[in-house]
């Protein structure tokens, strides 16, 4: 068992939390999220592009990298609307984890084109920017303080989605994740509108991602799924949505990984993805995000990468608060029986993340990571954890510090 290293004043800001939490959890139960209609199949782009013509939209704006656009996956969608008399514009310049720089210049040609919704094809770096941008379009603030929850007093544009990573679930969140352009602090809107109306699952735009990005990516899913299904705001029906997101990639992510082209795989993985999305919008996450982040900020570590290495040490730390769920996850996805021990069982959980983690290369070490930046990073990660998350076992400042020392 580890034993909260936590100080008096950290546990009175905990039971503070615990009294937030309620209320967000009631709230988060109430909010509506619409359905997202999802395409699948060698026709879901041009079954998309029926779907916009039929909303009776006139000019899509395209948001995307200068990856997908050279490996033609652009043309594709572009020939696709104007074959149902669409026009489009396209706006290729999205970098990983986007920053306010990069929501202003999508915006300022959307705006110059009088685009009236918008379709992103790309990761969650892509959906996200674009998600931004469709709030800001029709709310005249700074993009800034559109950040937090719901604050585009107007409706957004129709915003539609094409994944082209397998992992973080945008598609059908209510969240986008902004970078400051100096600091790199990622900032959060919250907005259930910006849910994609149409969500495209084509595991033929997956199959060009190289093996470290997948393995990256799959693990980020995992994170969202095992976070949900830890979550104090969890429920019958997040826990559903996250053990059969966490079955699928356990099954599917170590085939990807080894061969790209499985296209069979590569769509479980994109299921996957979406479902723990699904499993976290509405229950909140924990310390493996809140640590993760910062790593973002700091190194620029990729945001799957940060998860994937964290995961099986936070859920190591919260194990035995949360025993007899993970020993129900584990009987549920074959990694134990009855005659094992909830202890066993839990325990069975962290050591298929650290052999999953192992077969898909990730390091067990943080690149990069300077012990004299451990207070600073647990600080920022102990006040976004008290901020947005729902961890199940709370983590003073000493604690968090203790865990990323591990990475050393
Ligand atoms: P990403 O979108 O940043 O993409 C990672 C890299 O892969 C990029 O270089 C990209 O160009 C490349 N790439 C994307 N698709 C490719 C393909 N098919 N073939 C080859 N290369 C491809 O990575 P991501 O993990 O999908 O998204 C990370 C971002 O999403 C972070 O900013 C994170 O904070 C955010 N996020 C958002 C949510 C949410 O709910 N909104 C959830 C989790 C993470």
Known sequence: MTTSKATFSEHLQFKLHDVKLKAMGYGLKLMKIRHTHVLTGPEAIAELANKVAQSDLKKVLIVTT????????CDTLSSALSARGLASVVYSEVIPDPTFTTVKAGLAVLKEHNCDCAIALGGGSVMDAAKAMIVAA???????SLMGMRKGKNVPLPFYAIPTTSGTGSEVTNAAVISEDITHIKRFMIDSRTVAKVAVLDPSLTASLP???????????MTHALEAYISKLSNPESDALAIEAIQGIFTHLPICFADGNNLQARQAMAEASLTAGMAFRKVMLGYVHAISHQFGAVYGTSHGLGNAILLPLVIEYSKDTVTEKLATLAIKTGLGNASNTQEQLAQSVVNKLKDLNQ?????????GLKEADIPKIALSSYAEALKIHAAPKYMGKADIEALIKKLL
């Not at 200068?66 to 996956?73: C, I, N, Q, S, T």
């Not at 077969?359 to 690149?367: E, G, H, R, V, Y």
């Open 138 to 144: 029709t709310n005249e603030q700074p993009v800034e």
């Open 211 to 221: 093996a470290g990005i997948t393995a990256e990516t799959g693990m980020d899913a």
């Open 359 to 367: 077969q898909l290369n990730i390091p067990t070490k943080l690149a």
């Open 66 to 73: 200068p990856g997908a656009v050279k490996r033609g996956y």
